[in-house]
C-alpha cells in the first residue's frame, strides 16, 4: 500500500516563503510521476505541480509559475514545493499524489494515492 505523508503547511504572511515535503513509501511508488494538488474552501481541488522521478520534467500551473518549485529525491523516497512570493490566494490545503503514469500529469484521475493534506495559509 502506498502512502503519502505530508508536512510543511503553516501561516505566512503575504510575500513569505514555505516549503512542503511529501514522503512517498510503499511498492513501485518510485516509477510514478508525483504531483501536489490544492484545494481552497469552496473550490475543487486544482493542480498545482508534477514531476518525475528522474527530475528532468517538470510541470506547473499558470498560477504558480515563477514562484514554486517543485523536486524530489529518490534517495529519500521524498518529494518538495518550494514556495516563494506566496499570496492570500495561495491558502488551501495542500495534498501529495502519486501519479498512474510516469510522466507527469495534470488531470486528479490520473493520480491514484493521496496524502492527508496540510494547511497553507497566507495573510494579507
Known amino acids: 500500500q502506498v502512502q503519502l505523508v505530508e508536512s510543511g503547511g503553516g501561516l505566512v504572511q503575504a510575500g513569505g516563503s514555505l516549503r512542503l515535503s511529501c514522503a512517498a513509501s510503499?511498492?513501485?511508488?518510485?516509477?510514478?510521476?508525483m504531483g501536489w494538488f490544492r484545494q481552497a474552501p469552496g473550490k475543487e481541488r486544482e493542480f498545482v505541480s508534477s514531476?518525475?522521478?528522474?527530475?528532468?520534467?517538470?510541470d506547473y500551473a499558470a498560477s504558480v509559475k515563477g514562484r514554486f518549485t517543485i523536486s524530489g529525491d529518490s534517495a529519500t523516497n521524498t518529494v518538495y514545493l518550494q514556495m516563494n512570493s506566496l499570496k492570500p490566494e495561495d491558502t488551501a490545503v495542500y495534498y501529495c499524489?502519486?501519479?498512474?503514469?510516469?510522466?507527469?500529469?495534470?488531470?486528479?484521475?490520473?493520480?491514484?494515492?493521496w496524502g492527508q493534506g496540510t494547511q497553507v495559509t497566507v495573510s494579507s
Open positions: 514531476i518525475n522521478w528522474s527530475g528532468d520534467s517538470t
Open positions: 499524489a502519486r501519479g498512474r503514469y510516469i510522466l507527469p500529469r495534470r488531470g486528479s484521475h490520473e493520480y491514484d494515492y
Open positions: 510503499g511498492p513501485t511508488f518510485s516509477m510514478n510521476a
